[in-house]
């Protein structure tokens, strides 16, 4: 089958571009012909995955520039024989709605988070054919609020890529030298959250917890990993709380399966979420999660059993949970164990592959 990926945002490093990377990467294993459509600056990594990768101007905010970048994309179904197109945000199912009317091509959308700006909800049930959720949350809202027949809405859950996010596959000695590479003593436990430095990721909730944690766990350490437009907030968060021998700014980093395995928890107190797949990702590798309760987080998250959830800024709840996993080695690794179990179980890239690929025969 020949499909083309329509990703109508910046190309960035976060959830919807790692589900993207491993979509295109198991679809290619099967022997799918996959082309990929971004906004702005390609990139160099999804040109070794994709058959070939294109650039548009996805975001201007003159009309007529996507009709003109619908146009061109027909030429491209055309020429590359494309069966269907997978969209991924809003921007590219109303442009694969539109080449539709234009060529009848089929397309789906992926859904990641709730659309809260979404304006005319009841547009979008009645334009866009089927889409696909990353959680039974989203599901639900899509048919209550955005007026979605519930047979054109089909929840998918997130994968995460188990051979990749494998514990045992990383040395001692070489998680040990990251470990000294970062300034982190052998003594110190870490505290990881791994996200876009954006407010809505929680970073500053994180800070304002680890003064409390630091009093009943001073050996601690906490890495914030990622780039992002709040990181000269987040850093004057931390100088103003006088905790800056205490916090670790990575930047970008490719190695996030090697800081997670140094991490002994992982947060992500978003206020905004779809399904995060740094989550899955940490509880592969047997690590605690902390997470807030919204979306689609109830449903890879059982409280107290692979984890802990908070209600969104729940600086208090955040710092008490943390500590009490810091303080018991024992409820960690327990934690740890059945988080892991969790995700073979329900959220793998094998079960994520398998059920887009129906999608797609069940269209064309």
Known sequence: MNILILFTQPWRVGGAETHVTDLISGLTAKGHKVYLAVHGEKSKKMDELVDEQWSFNFRSVNIFQYLIVAKQLV????????????????????????????????????????????VFKS?????FDHIITVSEFLRKRFIADFGFSPDKVHTIYNGADSERYNLDKYPIAQLNKLRQGLGIQPHEKVVSLIARLYESKGQQYLIAAAATVLIKCPNTKFLLVGS?????????QVSGQGLENSFIFTGYREDIPELIAISDIVVRPSNMEGFPINMLEAMLMRKPVIATKIAGVPEMITHGDNGFMIEPGDIDSLASYISTILLDEGMGKKMGTRGQQIVL???TLKSLISKVENLYASLV
């Open 75 to 118: 030429k491209i179904i055309k020429e590359k024989k494309i069966d269907v197109i997978h969209g991924h945000q809003r921007t590219a199912g109303y442009i694969a709605s539109y080449i539709k009317s234009l060529i009848g091509i089929p397309f789906v959308v992926t859904i990641h988070d709730p659309w809260n700006r979404a």
């Open 345 to 347: 179980e329900k959220f």
């Open 228 to 236: 992002g437009e709040h990181e000269d907030k987040f850093k004057k």
């Open 123 to 127: 547009y979008y049930g009645k334009k």
